[in-house]
């Protein structure tokens, strides 16, 4: 079982890579969800463990416009540039289905970069079109917690978009998984697992009144990680 944990800073990456992570999906504020981190971020947890790096210029939808898509575009070639070993994807239409014409110019630009398709999939109305979607932009994996809050909550559909991908692409469930749940879904037969891995962050003092953190921020223990890994092997 692969184990990626998300983190937002360089002490989270040399949390998880003590706890046993084998992957890192690297962002910036994940108490937005997670937004596109800096070069030198990216950098130097290169150095550390295989870096995902989030494409994702704003909080919010996924819906681009065409400057965030050149945003994304340019923010491909940091991220190669950087060391990373791929990129985390995704781009709605106002409906809800996968943006081909904007995930297919981003995936033509991280040509030979490791692709995820992020949670925008939760989004999608019908998963068949969003996987053989997926499929044929060259996404190795789909990020998705089953189209609900929780991928525990959404196994159903997670089971359905693996029996839809059929082997052709990975599914990595994420979203509420630690380990007291993670040995059902290595039962299940998932091979990649996505956490946080995470503990509300202390708060800050004059830090926090002075509004230079955000509310909800989180930080990576490896111990958690330690505990994600020993209940997957």
């Known amino acids: 079982m692969l184990i990626e944990v998300c983190t937002d800073t360089l002490a989270g990456v040399a949390e998880a890579a003590r706890g046993g992570a084998d992957r890192i999906e ?5 108490e937005l969800g997670g937004l596109t981190p800096s070069p030198g971020l990216i950098a130097a947890a290169a150095g550390v463990l295989p870096v995902m790096a989030m494409m994702r210029p704003r909080a919010g939808g996924f819906v681009w416009s065409e400057a965030e898509i050149a945003a994304i575009l340019t923010d491909i ?9 791929g990129v985390v994807l995704g781009a709605s239409l106002p409906d809800g289905r996968l943006d081909a014409a ?42 998705t917690s089953g189209r609900a809050i929780r991928a525990e909550d959404g196994l159903a559909d997670l089971l359905e978009t693996r029996r839809i991908a059929a082997g052709r692409i990975g599914v990595m469930p994420g979203s509420g998984i630690g380990a007291a749940n993670a040995r059902r879904f290595a039962a299940l037969g998932f091979t990649e697992l996505h956490a946080s891995c995470s503990a509300p962050a202390p708060a800050e003092g004059a830090v926090a009144r002075f509004g230079f953190t955000g509310s909800g921020a989180r930080r990576t223990r490896a111990d958690l990680v330690a505990a994600l890994v020993g209940a997957t092997r």
């Open 77 to 85: 070639a940091m991220a190669r540039a950087s060391g990373a070993a």
């Open 26 to 30: 690297l962002c910036a504020a994940l």
């Open 102 to 143: 904007a995930l297919r110019r981003m995936a033509e630009a991280a040509r030979g970069l490791d692709l995820t398709l992020h949670r925008a999939f939760d989004l999608v109305p019908d998963l068949a079109e969003a996987v053989e979607l997926a499929v044929a932009l060259g996404f190795r994996r789909i990020l």
